[in-house]
């Protein structure tokens, strides 16, 4: 290095001056030496400290790349931690909702007019066919059209919720002119019960109806109790788009 060789030759040139002035050369010989022992120990202790400043330096590098992931993985957590608060706070004033629906029907409920209960994670109205048709008729009886008025009235106060009316049937084929089939009776019946509803205050828009004749049985067709459950109405509150499951990563797919 620049510095040793200067060292060096400040060294000689001492040891120059030194013997012109007549110092001892066994003495002059025993000094530099020693100088010379000191320079190799400090050059070595030089060179160790530069390998333990390029170390320090790589392990400076190693740690910022840490700390970039830590703070990466901090930002998504807290981007995860603030999407999941917003889901539970959508999950629970879905769920105040539903309470204040149910509790608004628990008359209805007692007098047997109709039932509650989930299916597939959805809230359902059910109200058996007999109170609100005549049997193999699709036009609604008198009872029928006062309880239908319960409900929509209950059912208009839930905003920006759409509703499915279902009608269902048992496994007996219909004999009646007007229907064909089973499938046209449950459809039939699941529109009177969409246009009673309309009038009684609930939006079109947010109603549609859909016939199931007997190909979802709630109970078994083979006793006549279990028949009696399956002819049935049942109005489904559907998911909104924000509670639909997040299907993006398969557009690539399509």
């Avoid at 000094?31 to 400290?49: F, K, P, S, V, W």
């Avoid at 699941?190 to 049985?217: F, I, K, R």
């Avoid at 002819?231 to 557009?251: G, V």
Wanted: proline share 3%; charged share 25%.
């Amino acid at each position: 290095m620049w510095w040793t060789v200067r060292v060096l030759m400040l060294i000689v040139s001492l040891g120059v001056v030194a013997l012109g002035c007549g110092v001892d050369q066994e003495k002059y010989d025993a000094d530099m030496a020693a100088l010379q022992a000191e320079i190799n120990r400090t050059q070595g202790e030089l060179t160790d400290a530069q390998q333990r400043l390029a170390a320090l330096q790589t392990e400076k590098q190693a740690l910022e790349g840490r700390l970039a992931k830590l703070d990466s993985e901090m930002a998504r957590l807290e981007s995860e931690a603030a999407k999941r608060a917003k889901e539970l706070e959508r999950a629970r004033k879905r769920e105040e909702v539903f309470r204040n629906m149910i509790n608004k029907f628990q008359a209805m409920v007692k007098s047997g007019k109709l039932k509650i209960k989930i299916v597939n994670n959805k809230m359902v109205v059910e109200m058996a066919s007999a109170i609100l048709f005549p049997s193999g008729r699709a036009k609604l009886s008198e009872e029928g059209k006062d309880a239908l008025a319960e409900v929509a009235m209950v059912l208009a106060t839930i905003p920006d919720r759409n509703f499915q009316v279902a009608g269902h049937t048992d496994n007996v084929p219909i004999r009646k002119q007007r229907f064909k089939s089973n499938w046209a009776l449950s459809a039939a019946r699941a529109v009177a019960v969409v246009e009673h509803m309309v009038e009684n205050g609930m939006s079109a828009p947010n109603l549609s109806a859909a016939g199931y004749a007997d190909t979802q049985p709630s109970a078994s067709n083979d006793t006549e109790e279990g028949k009696a459950q399956n002819r049935r109405i049942e109005i489904t509150l559907q998911p909104n788009l924000d509670e639909l499951p997040d299907l993006s990563a398969l557009e690539n797919m399509l």
